[in-house]
Each structure stands twice: as structure tokens, then as C-alpha cells.
């Protein structure tokens, strides 16, 4: 099992910090690095391929450092079915080498 997984995501606001909702409990921790991938049809280009550190916030919202308000707003595309490659995803790729928390905590048990 790897963890932590990627998560489809669900919401991301416009807002500072920009708030991004999971469509189920993400299970990351704050200082995880995260790389968003946002399909053209979800909208919100100018947060595409960002990589950063999250804030957890809760067990499916995060932060991000970035200022969002001036970007075009997030949607999940209606009329197109759930094909992997249109859905808003986070990637974890890494954590914040000051705090190695995330390779100590046991999902399984």
C-alpha cells in the first residue's frame, strides 16, 4: 500500500490560502508536498501542475500558500462521464524534510 495516495479533488476555492476539498478523507499531514492536476475542463488553469506544502485543515480540506482570488473558478464538468483524465487530482510527492512525520504514521493500524 502507498501512501499517502493521490485524491481526486472535489472543490478549491478562491480564496487566500486556497482551501482544496478531497472527494474523501485525504489522510495527509501538514508539511506534506503536493503537485495539483487540473484537467482544462475543471477550470482553474493557473493552479495546474503547482507543487507546494499543504496545511491540513481538515479530513478532507487542505491550504495551500497561494493566492487564488484572481483565478478562474474551479468546476467539475457536468455531461461528461467520470473518466479519469477530467478529474481534479492531488499527487503527494514528498514532505517537508524538517518534519518527518507522514513516513511514521501507520495506515494500516
Known sequence: MFQPAMRTISGITNSYP??????????YVSGTIVRI???Q???MQQLHNYMGTLTSTGLAT???DVD???FDAFV???GISPHID???QVLPIGEDPYQITAALHNVLG
Open 86 to 88: 477530467i478529474c481534479a
Open 62 to 64: 487542505f491550504t495551500l
Open 76 to 78: 467539475i464538468p457536468v
Open 68 to 70: 487564488s482570488t484572481s
Open 41 to 43: 475542463a475543471c477550470g
Open 18 to 27: 486556497v482551501t482544496v476539498t478531497t472527494a474523501v478523507n485525504h489522510l
Open 37 to 39: 492536476s487540473i484537467p
